[in-house]
């Protein structure tokens, strides 16, 4: 399982850093939980996220927003993903913990540090693929550098 | 070489006009701390529900002073400088916390009552019959400065100076009601994120008063087909010019217009529909039509209702060319689970990553790049006219007009 969790990461944060925004709700099942929040709000059991989605249509609508809508300067991410722990298994989901940092590139060549923490991951079995029924994103600082687009 | 404040010449009357150097000048920077954050204004602080209980305490600033906001024994709200008397450490360390009847300085355990006036002082008459403070020293002469506050709506906002008028005459009775109107009953706080933007805070400020800008900028509501300038609504400016009430009524009879179109702006086109329409089931809550309605209090907070998604944004300037912007989500405590699950969906319209205020977060930052050679040009302040009145319509700059006209009269231009 550990091996699976892994590249499902593997992939998932490939499909990000390559800007292929298109296939990241396809790593969700649907209904699904995608928030990205930072550990204070977590700790304190406060749900509000600056990215919320409870569905693969609202996955959808976050990436055709940035592509057709949202205004900010090209940028990309570069994930570099820990290893996964598997804390959790019922009912055929597994529960896992893994820790990621972002590095965000802008146009101009400036690289920075632009987040850091753990996602948070309920995984199930979906048509033969592991999907994400819940990926909360506890980012361990609550400060965002100017604006967050591209999800983490 | 920077010339001072005085020296600095407002260049002519209108309102209309504004000089770059206003964005990046430290000294006028260093006056506007002074003037206006210190000065007789009224500082958004902390909400009144983070302060249940006597000894509840929040940190934050006023301008760039540090300040302690916390409940007192008699469930009065104080507030005073976060600056221990003696040496100038921060009293408080946390963001918030809980500290019975006393805030004690870690560096020389200097205590403090929750007033914030100093009560203790370690080893005062000294040690085995030596050292210790001199007799002359009185501790009701050394203190951190202690600040005014007052409450509406379960804000909390604080102030230093003797000066600055009762709260409700401060924000005049219109810009009050318009806040009540949100702000009518106990909220809940549903998350809080700190949003660093590399501009000055003004150039945020301007920002939020900018009714022309929304739906040029912030091209969601257009490209989906939501919300455009050609609906109703207008902008409230207080009298002062200093606070305003920006408002979206729905009225659902201009979809058919096609003034978006005709003048060629990429906002138009109908190719695009949300997946999942939900994110906009709205429920009218405030017993009117009003379905977005931005509010400023001069000169650190804003106060939104987007829909269903509410929150209060708080302007911390951080020196010239850098500030913070603090958020807070809120709910209402009488919230059932389905409205909670509504503002949690609808937040993704606003915030730091919100799909018609992501671009404010970068917009400030074009600027003041955009003027870096430009301090003696002057920008176009001209949308509705030359005037800070209010207006019924949201293709106009009157409430960013207004904030210049509050501006120059605390800074003295």
Same mark, same amino acid.
């Given at each position: 399982m550990l091996d699976r969790v892994s590249r499902l990461n593997a992939e998932y944060a490939r499909a990000i850093d390559d800007d292929r925004l298109e296939d990241w709700p396809g790593f969700f099942t649907d209904p699904c939980l995608y928030s990205i929040t930072s550990a204070d709000n977590h700790r304190q059991g406060m749900p509000a996220g600056v990215i919320y989605a409870d569905s693969t249509g609202m996955l959808k609508d976050r990436v055709a927003a940035l592509r057709e809508a949202n205004v900010y300067e090209r940028q990309s991410y570069r994930h570099v993903v820990g290893l996964p722990a598997i804390v959790g298994e019922r009912d055929g989901a597994v529960r896992a913990e893994t820790p990621f940092l972002v590095v965000r590139i802008m146009r101009d060549g400036t690289m920075a540090l632009f987040a850091t923490g753990r996602y948070l991951d309920t995984l199930v079995e979906e048509a033969g693929a592991l999907r994400f029924r819940e990926r909360v994103v506890v980012c361990d600082s609550s400060r965002i550098d100017t604006l967050l687009a591209i999800p983490l | 070489m920077s010339t001072s404040p005085e020296r600095r010449e407002w260049p002519g009357a209108t309102l209309a006009r504004v000089p770059y150097w206003v964005y990046g000048d430290e000294d006028n920077y260093k006056a506007e701390l002074r003037r206006i954050f210190e000065g007789p204004v009224w500082n958004y602080v902390a909400l009144e529900s983070d302060l249940?209980?006597?000894?509840?305490?929040?940190?934050? &600033?006023?301008?760039?002073?540090?300040?302690?906001?916390?409940?007192?024994?008699?469930?009065?709200?104080?507030?005073?400088?976060?600056?221990?008397?003696?040496?100038?450490?921060?009293?408080?360390?946390?963001?918030?916390?809980?500290?019975?009847?006393?805030?004690?300085?870690?560096?020389?355990?200097?205590? =403090?009552?929750?007033? $914030?006036?100093?009560?203790? %002082?370690?080893?005062?008459?000294?040690?085995?019959?030596?050292?210790?403070?001199?007799?002359?020293?009185?501790?009701?002469?050394?203190?951190?400065?202690?600040?005014?506050?007052?409450?509406? #709506? $379960?804000?909390?906002? +604080?102030?230093?100076?003797?000066?600055?008028?009762?709260?409700?005459?401060?924000? $005049?009775?219109?810009?009050?009601?318009?806040?009540?109107?949100?702000? #009518?009953?106990?909220?809940?706080?549903?998350?809080?994120?700190?949003?660093?933007?590399?501009?000055?805070?003004?150039? =945020?400020?301007?920002? %939020?008063?900018?009714?022309?800008?929304?739906?040029?900028?912030?091209?969601?509501?257009?490209?989906?087909?939501?919300?455009?300038?050609?609906?109703?609504?207008?902008?409230?400016?207080?009298?002062?010019?200093?606070?305003?009430?920006?408002?979206?009524?729905?009225?659902?009879?201009?979809? %058919?217009?096609? +003034?978006?179109?005709?003048?060629?702006?990429?906002?138009?086109?109908?190719?695009?529909?949300?997946?999942?329409?939900?994110?906009?089931?709205?429920?009218?809550? &405030?017993?009117?039509?009003?379905?977005?309605?931005?509010?400023t209090v001069f000169p650190n907070l804003v106060v939104q209702q987007v829909y269903n998604a509410l929150a209060v944004r708080q302007v911390l300037p951080k020196g010239p060319g850098a500030m913070e912007l603090h958020w807070t989500y809120l709910g209402f405590a009488d919230d059932t689970a389905e409205m909670r699950r509504r503002r949690l969906r609808q937040a993704n319209l606003v915030g730091p990553a919100g799909y018609v205020s992501m671009e404010d977060g970068c917009v400030g930052g074009f600027v003041q790049r955009g003027v870096a050679a430009a301090e003696d040009t002057l920008s176009v302040v001209n949308m509705g006219g030359e005037g800070a009145e209010s207006q019924d319509t949201r293709a106009t700059e009157a409430a960013v007009r207004g904030f210049w006209k509050a501006y120059r009269a605390y800074m003295g231009y």
């Open positions: - | 249940a209980r006597t000894g509840d305490y929040r940190t934050t &600033f006023v301008g760039e002073m540090p300040v302690v906001v916390v409940r007192g024994e008699a469930g009065e709200i104080h507030a005073f400088e976060n600056r221990c008397s003696h040496r100038g450490a921060l009293i408080a360390l946390d963001d918030s916390g809980s500290t019975g009847k006393r805030f004690q300085c870690v560096y020389h355990a200097w205590s =403090y009552d929750l007033r $914030g006036a100093l009560v203790g %002082v370690a080893f005062e008459k000294g040690a085995n019959g030596k050292g210790g403070m001199p007799e002359s020293f009185c501790k009701a002469d050394h203190g951190p400065r202690q600040l005014r506050t007052a409450t509406i #709506g $379960g804000l909390v906002f +604080a102030s230093l100076s003797p000066a600055a008028p009762p709260i409700e005459e401060y924000l $005049g009775e219109a810009v009050r009601s318009r806040l009540l109107r949100v702000l #009518g009953r106990p909220v809940q706080v549903l998350g809080r994120f700190v949003q660093a933007l590399p501009n000055n805070w003004k150039l =945020y400020v301007e920002n %939020v008063k900018d009714t022309y800008h929304a739906s040029l900028l912030h091209t969601f509501f257009s490209t989906f087909h939501i919300t455009r300038l050609t609906q109703g609504g207008g902008v409230l400016v207080s009298p002062d010019g200093a606070h305003h009430a920006s408002s979206t009524i729905d009225r659902g009879d201009d979809r %058919v217009s096609t +003034a978006y179109r005709d003048q060629g702006i990429r906002s138009e086109s109908d190719r695009y529909r949300l997946t999942d329409p939900s994110l906009l089931d709205t429920l009218k809550e &405030f017993g009117d039509d009003i379905q977005l309605q931005i509010l």
